[in-house]
């Protein structure tokens, strides 16, 4: 008989445990019959002595496999989702996901909420009017097959091992785990009924993983997961190291969506979602070359589609329609200040972390998984790397709806950025592909 004890000496030992072995934990601590100081004792075991391959991908098909696991063959057409790691002005979802959906894919997109200095879409989508991100499942597919896109939250019924675990590794020192991190992110991410998912693995100050080695170490663990789940997964590395376009904020970042979707978003956004799009339709084989695909995503943003997508998602789902014709009708702060540039020069740095921090500070973050956030205020730059800047010309403007967050904002965004006399060695949009 299995014994949680001899599982957790097992890992202690650095012994291989087997998928039985794995499974009857995850179960077992599911249902309440394993107490937390044992699942405590394995995660913190696991965390000094790692898990092999074949270990990670029976952690990641129990925990999926601890709750429902969607069957969406009903729906007529391809699948795909696309996960990304997280960092600051990270946007992408909201701008690529109606994208591909007006292309015939669905997109059933189950997405979390921001923590530390990074922002979550869930956030980003309740800053309009309305919007519910907590359909159930019945009504998630009624979206989805209505829409090509539904936009929810996790549900208490897909992966409930994995909610546990990770409530316990928080409190436990646990959490930095390549296996338990890869493991926790794909079994929700294996339960949404795709064929195909695109991870979008952040790399710099700004990301969850700073140092290129482990990013590399995360996509490839996680594209080795999917595959052995027996789906299509591609991973692009992406850079993290100042924000990703110019607003941080969720209100602040679902009005630069709703730009771009009509065609003037700011272009390193832009050319991230288009590029994580253009992959998506050719993993779902919609498109049989990325040049094509590339193309085709380009066409359905020109002609509007997309933003008629998100339209209809944010109508189906409760939320105000209006904000894609009149952004004015998203949570506006009261005080805007300008941060000016001190001196000339070019932009060497814009610290990422700091910035993410501010927005923090502001009231748009979370300290704990239960603060509340203020979806008005963030920051919006004005100059990125390597942009000219003359003294005295602003190099952001911070939205605030309360003096002392501000002034605590504005001292923090301050020393983000570094002006110096040349421009620094641009680092690239996208490190690394793998395909
Ligand atoms: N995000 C997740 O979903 N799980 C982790 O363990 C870490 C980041």
Avoid at 333 to 360: D, K, Q, Y
């Amino acid at each position: 008989m299995l014994r949680a004890v001899d599982v957790i000496q097992g890992k202690r030992d650095g012994r291989e445990l087997t998928p039985e072995e794995i499974a009857f934990f995850v179960d077992g601590y599911t249902k309440g019959a394993i107490p937390d100081y044992q699942a405590s004792a394995l995660t913190m075991a696991t965390f000094f002595k790692g898990m092999t391959r074949a270990e990670t991908v029976a952690l990641t098909e129990a925990m999926m496999n601890s709750g429902e696991v969607l069957d969406l063959s009903e729906l007529p057409g391809p699948k795909a989702d696309k996960h990304s790691t997280g960092g600051v002005g990270d946007k992408t979802s909201l701008v690529l996901a109606p994208l591909v959906a007006a292309c015939g894919v669905y997109v059933p997109m189950i997405s979390g909420r921001g923590l530390g200095h990074t922002g979550g879409t869930l956030d980003k989508l309740e800053a309009i009017p309305g919007f519910r991100v907590n359909l159930d499942l019945g009504e998630f597919r009624a979206v989805l097959r209505k829409a090509h896109l539904g936009l929810i939250g996790q549900t208490p019924e897909i992966a409930p091992a994995d909610r546990k675990l990770y409530a316990l590794r928080d409190v436990t020192a646990s959490v930095e785990s390549l296996p338990l991190i890869s493991a926790s992110i794909m079994s929700k991410k294996m339960a949404e009924g795709i064929e195909a998912l695109v991870l979008d693995v952040k790399t710099g100050d700004g990301a969850f993983m700073q140092k290129y080695e482990d990013s590399k170490a995360l996509a490839e663990t996680m594209v080795a997961i999917g595959r052995g789940m027996g789906k299509k997964v591609t991973a692009l590395i992406t850079d993290m190291d100042q924000p990703l376009g110019l607003a941080a904020g969720n209100g602040l970042e679902t009005i630069e969506c709703i730009e771009a979707l009509r065609g003037e978003g700011p272009k390193d956004m832009v050319d991230l979602s288009v590029e994580l799009a253009a992959h998506m339709l050719q993993l779902t084989a919609v498109e049989t070359t990325l040049d094509a695909a590339r193309g085709r995503i380009r066409a359905t943003l020109a002609s509007g589609a997309g933003l008629e997508t998100f339209r209809q998602v944010i109508e189906l789902q409760g939320g105000d329609p209006r904000v894609c014709d009149d952004t004015g009708r998203l949570p506006q702060a009261r005080e805007r200040f300008e941060l000016l540039a001190e001196s000339a020069g070019v932009v060497g740095r814009i610290a990422c972390r700091s910035v993410g921090h501010a927005c923090m500070l502001l009231g748009g973050g979370r300290e704990t998984v239960d603060s509340r956030i203020d979806p008005a205020v963030g920051v919006v730059l004005r100059k990125k790397v390597g942009e000219r800047v003359a003294k005295g010309e602003s190099l952001a403007t911070v939205h605030a709806n309360d003096r002392k967050r501000l002034d605590d904002a504005v001292q923090r965004l301050r020393t983000a950025f570094e002006i110096g006399e040349t421009a620094p060695v641009p680092r690239p949009l996208i490190h690394t592909v793998l395909e």
